[in-house]
């Protein structure tokens, strides 16, 4: 069949500004960032976001005190290398009468990748001044940072709950005259995010295993610092626990659950509170939550059988409709 001229004109036509529209597309810029990082999902009748603080690459064969052909061997296992980007996470509750929120990322401590917490929160659908509480799982500076926006309280009206024992040695400006020079700054974060919150009378310590609001207590897990917390969330016979620091590269400790970090206060404990967290979370089935884990850092831990380490099961995504 013939095509009249005129149709063969706007045919022609047609085409050419659909090839100069392919052309400009095609020149467009890359976007190069993620979306908004946060996920939510319920336990129970508690609603829970994750949100990210973002990823900071650490040269994690200096710092696991395990051989660094160990180390190596297990990151490429997991198709990772040296220096591993590593998630920082933090954790909001809504319990439907309090609004908790568990650590919270690093701010302006712990380098220029991090600090998106807040962004990520109100990305999520809530402001800082909704925060009813927040639970410190240890007081490093990518767990308290977040807790100030520059001078001021980023969290203006929430009470801060820790364990005493991380508050008496964090807190301690004799502790910090005292310390390596390499850790002072860790003594210096903590007080400079602490310190305004205390002084508000908004600091609030704890000591031992305590139920903080129904349905959130805590479970002393001290190693990695001396007051190390982990938050055991549960509603309608369902349990989220978030366990901060007893995880830092996945690919290497769930192998070998005893490898430590040299950030760890006492070693010996800290690998002894990590064997301990996850034998009961392969052997109970329970949600887990950790502040190093890949976002959204939530998943399941199984035992490998035969083997004296663990696998990683990330949460199923789920668009929560």
Do not use: C
């Amino acid at each position: 069949m013939l095509i009249p001229f005129k149709k063969m004109a706007v045919v022609a036509a047609l085409a050419g500004l659909a090839t100069a529209s392919l052309t400009a597309f095609a020149a467009a810029p890359m976007v190069k960032n993620q979306a908004p990082g946060y996920y939510r999902l319920m336990v129970g009748d508690f609603e829970v976001t994750a949100l990210s603080d973002g990823t900071v690459k650490l040269p994690v064969r200096d710092l696991l005190n395990a051989p660094a052909a160990k180390v190596d061997a297990a990151l490429k296992r997991s198709f990772l290398s040296n220096p591993v980007e590593t998630s920082v996470n933090a954790y909001l509750v809504n319990t439907g009468s309090k609004l908790v929120l568990v650590d919270t990322g690093a701010a302006g401590l712990f380098g220029p990748t991090l600090g998106n917490m807040l962004a990520n929160l109100k990305a999520a659908g809530y402001q800082p001044e909704q925060v009813d509480e927040i639970y410190i799982t240890h007081m490093h500076p990518d767990h308290v940072g977040g807790l100030m926006a520059g001078s001021a309280m980023a969290f203006p009206n929430a009470i801060v709950r820790a364990d005493k024992a991380d508050a008496d040695f964090w807190l301690d400006e004799a502790k910090m005259n005292t310390a390596p020079a390499d850790a002072k700054g860790f003594f210096q974060g903590a007080m400079a995010s602490l310190k305004p919150y205390a002084a508000a009378g908004k600091l609030k310590t704890f000591e031992g295993a305590t139920e903080l609001v129904p349905g959130i207590k805590t479970l002393p897990t001290h190693g990695h610092t001396a007051g190390h917390s982990v938050y055991v969330i549960e509603s309608k016979g369902e349990k989220l626990m978030l366990w901060g620091d007893l995880m830092h590269v996945a690919a290497v400790q769930f192998e070998d659950p005893a490898v430590t970090i040299k950030f760890d206060t006492e070693n010996k404990a800290a690998a002894k509170e990590r064997i301990k967290a996850y034998a009961d979370a392969a052997k109970s089935g329970y949600l887990v939550g950790a502040a190093h884990l890949a976002f959204p850092g939530l998943g399941h831990v199984r035992k490998v059988t035969g083997a004296r380490g663990y696998t990683w099961v990330p949460l199923n995504y789920s668009s929560l409709k």
